[in-house]
T-cell receptor
Framework: GQNIDQPTEMTATEGAIVQINCTYQ??????LFWYQQHAGEAPTFLSY????GLEEKGRFSSFLSRSKGYSYLLLKELQMKDSASYLC?????????????FGKGTSLLVTP | EAQVTQNPRYLITVTGKKLTVTCSQN?????MSWYRQDPGLGLRQIYY???????DKGDVPEGYKVSRKEKRNFPLILESPSPNQTSLYFC?????????????FGPGTRLTVT
């Protein structure tokens, strides 16, 4: 089975740093993705981790610990446009067609 | 421009009236997938296709059909839509295989069934 948990909502201030956590329990693991989704729009790819450690990409970083079934997305120097939903997704095994199993998303509100 | 397109973007229909939502990608991707997104439930996979003529059920396939006659197209068919299929639908595509990284999503189709 698949179980992916992330907080429902978070609020942070413009210019600050925010960390969005994701824990997962899945029957197969071939990588963890973070997507950003603005209301009513398609998800857009942010990051991908398949090995333990930190991946940095500009203001966004993502961390993975496979032994703990844990990941986080770190957003630095927050901007108002970062207000969006952030989706954690785990890629399954070949039997599932390498399906992406999504968490329910974390709605981030950035305030002035 | 590499993209996934869906049509229509918005659709209001009545219970029982068959409809098809088209999905097309121009990236020569083998893998295509349909998701529905509902408040509080997140994105859930309906069907996926690993290649032409190869399709399989996702987590919520009931009430839906798909076909994959050509590599670029993956239509979603609702033979007899019901109000509980009111949702936001996304098509996605990617290269196949374990080394696949990201899925590219279409712009979404907002379906209302009355």
């Amino acid at each position: 089975g698949q179980n992916i948990d992330q907080p429902t909502e978070m609020t942070a201030t413009e210019g600050a740093i925010v960390q969005i956590n994701c824990t997962y329990q899945t029957s197969g693991f071939n990588g963890l993705f973070w997507y950003q989704q603005h209301a009513g729009e398609a998800p857009t790819f942010l990051s991908y981790n398949v090995l333990d450690g930190l991946e940095e990409k500009g203001r966004f970083s993502s961390f993975l610990s496979r032994s703990k079934g844990y990941s986080y997305l770190l957003l630095k120097e927050l901007q108002m446009k970062d207000s969006a939903s952030y989706l954690c997704a785990v890629k399954g095994n070949s039997n599932s067609g390498y399906a992406l199993n999504f968490g329910k998303g974390t709605s981030l509100l950035v305030t002035p | 421009e590499a993209q996934v397109t869906q049509n229509p973007r918005y659709l209001i229909t009545v219970t029982g009236k068959k409809l098809t939502v088209t999905c097309s990608q121009n990236m020569n991707h083998e893998y295509m997938s349909w998701y529905r997104q509902d408040p509080g439930l997140g994105l859930r996979q309906i069907y996926y296709s690993m290649n032409v003529e190869v399709t399989d059920k996702g987590d919520v396939p009931e009430g839906y059909k798909v076909s994959r006659k050509e590599k670029r197209n993956f239509p979603l068919i609702l033979e007899s839509p019901s109000p509980n299929q009111t949702s936001l639908y996304f098509c996605a595509s990617s290269l196949k295989g374990q080394r696949v990284q990201e899925q590219y999503f279409g712009p979404g189709t907002r379906l209302t069934v009355t």
